[in-house]
């Protein structure tokens, strides 16, 4: 051993003179040179030896020599070139350079592969550093699972030698949404699951009802039982038609309702005496037809108080009657006119507005039928027959009371008047010129006892004399009725004739004034 150092030592000093006279020989050459200043720049590597001398001119750079490897790795390390110890780029002076060796790690490589055995990549790693793993892999979801990449099978934290990862992950039950809808589009519900989980129904949703329909809820459009994938489930309703109730009321006496009538098909009527029975009742739908029934009451008008004609909710109809003839409506009859002055169903009583018969024999009735009654001529109005052209015999009968202001006025041709039949004539009252301007009137008859007024105008406007006929009783009273006419002159003579109570001759034609 000691010789093998021995022999090292004389080798080394043996290259330290061999190198010194070389650098003694070239600056002796440098020194010399006629062609400008140069340097002599002296390669050695880390023990001294020369590798390469070389001359350079003033500040360029020197060209260097191929370094060779130096001997000496260890098992994770080797020894590398880093460079020379001085600057060679600009030489301004006679230079020794060494070479300068370091010891480096060993890189060693790394072999990226996914699960599959798919190569991702490789890396290049020092010894003892750690990987710096530039691969993230992923792998494809199935419908059930899906993967997180958790990291290698190998531990990349310091890498001793060549190393192969193969990734790994970790599988995870994957989730999906469930949303809930209305059937108009409303969100009602949103829930996650996870593959193959159930979830739980929002409560029963409600649809707005209209006025043909409602609507039932009729459960979901889907299972969610069992959930693999994003879902979407939406509401069914089941429509209904709407049931409306009808209900038909008449309106009536306490007295004209049955006895079995239930408390619950009446109404009474605030105020009054009078109730509401149930006579028809139906459950529709929305737009069927009302069907109404047919009533009718003897002397009545029948009035609904409303009238559709099909079903749009619930509805209570109410029929009440009023009554046909009630005081002062008037009717028109065969082309006459009457106006109601008692509207009893027994005893009533008209006034006669205007008679179109205009023949030479006119007779008035007792009675007029106007609807389901019959009812009295009471009164004749004025101007009822007022220029009748063709009339020559008028007969008024026993239930007329009343002859109204010109009621027979300017009748040209009228030559005879009856006023009623025997003691029935209720007459009582003559209107003022109630038969003015008759020219051609002869004679007057009146068998009744209840005249209590006679306008003095009554007769105005005769052109020859009038006989009126009354019975012996009634002279003094008709005479006093008149007798201002006749003093006026409005009357040209006046002729009381007296009836026997025995029969309807006539006797005694005294004229008691005379113009």
């Known amino acids: 051993m000691i010789h093998i150092l021995q022999k090292a030592f004389f080798k080394h000093a043996l290259n330290f003179v061999k190198n010194k006279r070389k650098i003694f020989q070239e600056e002796r050459k440098l020194a010399g040179t006629k062609k400008g200043k140069k340097y002599i720049v002296v390669f050695q590597d880390e023990e001294g030896n ?67 055995g798919k190569l991702l990549g490789t890396e290049t790693v020092p010894y003892g550093q750690a990987a710096a793993q530039p691969y993230h892999p992923q792998k494809p979801q199935t419908r059930q699972f899906y993967y997180v990449f958790k990291g290698w099978n190998n531990d990349l934290s310091r890498i001793e030698k060549d190393t192969m990862a193969k990734a790994v992950f970790e599988e995870k039950n994957r989730s999906f ?166 509207p009893s169903i027994s005893n009533g009583s008209v006034r006669l507005l205007y008679y179109t018969e205009d023949t030479s024999q006119v007779h008035v009735p007792e009675q007029v039928k106007i609807g389901d009654y019959y009812y009295f001529i009471e009164k004749i109005a004025p101007q009822a027959f007022c220029d009748c052209a063709k009339m020559q015999t008028l007969t008024l009968p026993n239930p007329v009371r009343v ?71 009634e002279a003094g009273k008709v005479n006093r009725l008149f007798q201002k006419g006749v003093k006026t002159g409005r009357v040209c003579s006046i002729l009381f004739v007296f009836f026997r109570k025995e029969r309807q001759a006539w006797r005694n034609r005294t004229c008691l004034y005379q113009r």
């Not at 301004?92 to 699960?115: D, G, I, Q, T, W």
């Not at 009623?420 to 007057?444: C, D, M, P, W, Y």
């Open 403 to 473: 002859l109204e202001q010109k009621a027979f006025a300017r009748c040209k041709r009228l030559e005879t008047i009856i006023l009623g039949n025997g003691k029935a004539s209720r007459l009582h009252t003559i209107g003022h010129n109630a038969f003015e301007q008759n020219e051609h009137l002869k004679a007057v008859y009146f068998k009744g006892r209840r005249l209590k007024k006679a306008d003095s105008d009554t007769f105005s406007g005769l052109k020859r004399n009038l006989e009126i006929y009354v019975r012996p009783e």
């Open 177 to 342: 949404v469930v949303h809930f809808f209305h059937e108009d589009g409303t969100l009602l519900k949103e829930e996650e699951a996870l593959y193959g989980q159930a979830v739980q129904a929002p409560e029963n949703p409600e649809k707005q009802a209209d006025e043909v329909w409602h609507y039932i809820f009729d459960g979901w459009d889907r299972e969610f039982d069992d959930i693999t994938e994003d879902t979407e489930v939406h509401a069914l309703f089941t429509p209904v038609y709407n049931e409306y109730k009808v209900r038909i009321y008449e309106q009536g006496e306490v007295s004209e309702l049955p006895e079995e009538q239930s408390e619950e098909s009446l109404h009474k009527l605030s105020g009054r005496q009078e109730f509401e029975k149930l006579i028809a009742e139906r459950t529709c739908h929305y737009g069927d037809t009302i069907s109404y029934p047919d009533l009718k009451k003897k002397g009545y008008t029948l009035q609904w108080d409303i009238h559709p004609e099909t079903v749009t909710q619930d509805t209570e109809i109410h029929a009440s009657w009023t009554f046909s003839n009630p005081v002062g409506k008037v009717f028109e009859i065969a082309g006459n006119r009457y106006q109601i002055l008692n």
């Open 50 to 116: 020369v590798l390469k001398t070389a001359f350079v001119s003033d500040e360029e750079a020197a060209l260097p020599p191929d370094v060779p490897e130096k001997k000496g790795e260890s098992a994770h390390h080797e020894i590398k070139f880093q460079g020379w110890d001085k600057d060679i780029s600009c030489v301004k002076e006679n230079l020794v350079v060494k070479a300068v060796y370091r010891e480096v790690p060993k890189e060693y490589l790394v072999m990226y592969f996914h699960e599959n």
